[in-house]
């Protein structure tokens, strides 16, 4: 059954003060739950319905999670909301394009298994994803009843970020997916994000009620093969909303400087104590960050990642001036004056 007011589908103030209240009677609000090549599926207060888009919108253009206004009478988009917040990555080979994953989200449900999958070079991946988004990072474990010491697992996740929420759960068992509950409950809207084969789609049949295709995973290499193929919004039992998203096969860093700046903040607080205001932490003399490592007080994998996601994000954002290159570019040419007469 479909919620009947726009706060359970997780409308705010933050769309309410970009209407006026007779827009809201005249293009009602709809909630884009899926995207396709020329046309969404949305839900509403009177239920789910299918909107056209206007030539000037492009599918590219939209998230599932978007809000949008409406024309109830020609059945299509008339206007994006201004979003809260959104989850993007670049993508291989675009440019400066990024792919939107969804859109208005309040928690970030970053999946994993306690086997070969779990990769803390990964997750801090998402974690830098979620904090850059202004979204809260909830990390999953799954399969805890298939490994040997399931807290050596907690453990390390809990070491990724001071604070950082780390639920243990069996994907298959309701009683152990409602410690979820407080993420996607009435009003509140979380993501899936994870490789293929950690347990999304089983969490998400869990949650909904929805049953979506599910594979194993190789045994070889604890790898699973994809089983979501698109983004979709879903209502869950305990009354908010649920976002699945395909496995991503990799996540690249681009204006992510403050996630990566959160999760290394110890690195960070070291480097202040350098000798060199510029020290790159390789060779240099007095560096407090190699110092640490050479105590046993630092493990050298996290500067590594660390330099490396530093290095990825800077040279895949954009400045200002590349911006206003980009857009200049993408302008249609003027046409030529009119030759003036003699």
């Given at each position: ?19 006026e ?21 949305a ?25 949008v ?23 291989v ?28 070079a ?48 069996n994907?298959?068992d ?25 347990g ?11 049953e ?9 290499d ?6 979501t ?60 960050i190699?110092g ?7 493990d ?43």
């Amino acid at each position: 059954m479909s919620p009947v007011t726009l706060d359970a589908l997780g409308w705010s103030e933050h769309f309410a003060s970009q209407l006026e209240v007779d827009a809201i009677l005249m293009t009602p609000p709809a909630r884009i739950s899926d995207v396709h090549r020329a046309r969404v599926e949305a839900k509403t207060v009177d239920g789910d319905v299918e909107l056209d888009l206007p030539m000037e919108i492009r599918s590219g253009d939209l998230a599932v999670g978007d809000w949008v206004l409406s024309d109830p009478v020609e059945s299509r988009v008339v206007a994006a909301l201004e979003r809260r917040n959104v989850l993007r990555r670049r993508t291989v080979a675009s440019g400066h394009r990024h792919q939107l994953i969804a859109a208005n989200v309040d928690a970030l449900l970053i999946v994993s298994s306690c086997n070969d999958d779990f990769n803390p070079a990964r997750l801090e991946r998402y974690l830098a994803l979620a904090i850059s988004s202004e979204i809260e990072p909830v990390l999953v474990l799954t399969k805890a009843d298939m490994a040997e010491d399931a807290n050596t697992y907690r453990h390390r996740a809990e070491n990724l970020l001071p604070n950082l929420k780390v639920i243990v759960v069996n994907a298959r068992d309701g009683a152990s997916l409602a410690q979820l509950s407080p993420w996607v409950g009435l009003g509140r809207t979380a993501a899936l994000v994870g490789s293929s084969g950690v347990g999304k789609s089983t969490i998400m049949n869990g949650l909904t009620g929805i049953e979506s295709a599910t594979q194993g995973i190789r045994e070889s290499d604890s790898k699973g093969r994809h089983t979501t193929t698109a983004r979709s919004l879903r209502l869950t039992h305990a009354g908010g909303w649920l976002i699945d998203t395909p496995g991503m096969r990799s996540l690249t860093m681009s204006e992510n400087a403050e996630g990566i700046d959160v999760i290394f903040a110890d690195l960070i607080d070291l480097a202040a104590s350098c000798k060199f205001s510029d020290c790159k932490h390789q060779t240099e003399p007095g560096c407090a960050i190699r110092g640490a490592i050479k105590k046993g007080e630092l493990d050298e994998g996290r500067l590594l990642r660390w330099l490396k996601l530093q290095e990825e994000n800077q040279g895949n954002t954009e400045t200002p001036d590349e911006v206003r290159g980009r857009a200049r570019a993408s302008r249609p040419p003027k046409s030529p004056p009119s030759a003036k007469r003699r």
